[in-house]
């Protein structure tokens, strides 16, 4: 054996740059790299229900466990659900939406602090990680919404009029809105925790608080007197997402204008997110 040259260990060297701008995204490059996102959210979904004696049905206990709570206390003791729609339904549907958002947004929010060992070690697009989240997020939603489809047949069956309309093609493009808000919102805060950690432990406390600044335990209809409010709720793009998907399923005119600003709203925090996430991602490595 041989003490190897200097000019042979430079032959061996491999230096990974930047080959542009930071506040340019590489579409195809993440094309390149669906296989590794298909693998991650298998990954994601399997690791959900390892070692766990319901496994998927958790999807189904937990929304169950809050829409029976929400309609006990909020519907029945305080009154607060609007007539016309079983308190169970009314509920369920606020929380199957408002649950994706903040599953997205907590999960996503962890991308570097939770994958430091990985992103430090092999090189792949990063933001592959928090697609993956946001996809395998959307599987349980698919659970969940399956489950209030459930709960409205049985109401059907038992006299509920019902009749599906031409609404229900807007289902889609809620679930879009819903997945741009919560990933654009989870990478810009899992940017922003590579500088200052301590803005994860806020995230939990501030999804929750957000979800009581939404129309998820009453609707917009009860803050008519009150126009501070009201006005409060219209900020949160949440709101108008959540109330199309109650007219989605039960009915009524769409707030068309409230969507269009719930969709500016996501294209805007998801490019500030996306900006903000290539820009850490470049040296992540670097200061882990």
């Known amino acids: ?27 195809k490059e993440l094309w390149h790299y669906r296989d590794l996102l298909v693998l991650l959210v298998k990954r994601d979904i399997t690791a959900q229900y390892k070692q766990t004696l319901l496994g998927p049905l958790w999807h189904v206990v937990q929304p169950l466990t809050t829409t029976f709570t929400f309609a006990l206390i909020f519907g029945k003791a305080a009154g607060l659900a609007p007539p016309g729609i079983p308190s169970v339904l009314f509920y369920m549907s606020g929380i199957v939406a408002w649950n994706f958002f903040a599953g ?33 997020t959307l599987v349980g939603y698919g659970i969940q919404l399956a489950t209030l489809i459930v709960f409205m047949l049985i109401y059907v069956l038992r006299g509920m009029p019902w009749q599906p309309g031409p609404e229900l093609a807007a289902l889609p493009l809620l679930v879009l809105i819903m997945a741009l808000l919560g990933l654009g919102t989870g990478i810009l805060v899992s940017a922003m925790t590579t500088k200052y950690r301590d803005l994860g432990f806020l995230v939990g406390f501030g999804v929750q608080l957000l979800m009581y600044a939404s129309p998820v335990i009453f609707p917009l209809s009860r803050l008519q007197n009150y126009p501070v409010l009201l006005r409060v709720f219209e900020l949160n793009p949440m709101t108008p997402v959540i109330e199309a998907t109650r007219v989605v399923f039960f009915g009524g005119a769409l707030p068309w204008a409230g969507l269009a600003y719930a969709t500016g709203a996501a294209l805007v925090i998801s490019l500030l997110g996306l900006v903000f996430f290539h820009r ?8 882990v």
Request: proline residues 7%; hydrophobic residues 45%; glycine residues 2%.
């Open 1 to 27: 054996m041989h003490a190897a040259r200097p000019s042979d260990l430079e032959e061996w060297d491999v230096i990974i740059r930047p080959d542009g701008p930071w506040w340019r995204l590489d579409l």
């Open 104 to 136: 997205v947004v907590t999960r996503t929010s962890k991308t570097f602090t939770g994958n430091t060992q990985l992103m430090s070690k092999v090189y792949f697009p990063r933001l592959v990680v928090p697609m993956s989240m946001t996809a395998s």
């Open 280 to 287: 850490v991602e470049r040296s992540f490595a670097d200061i």
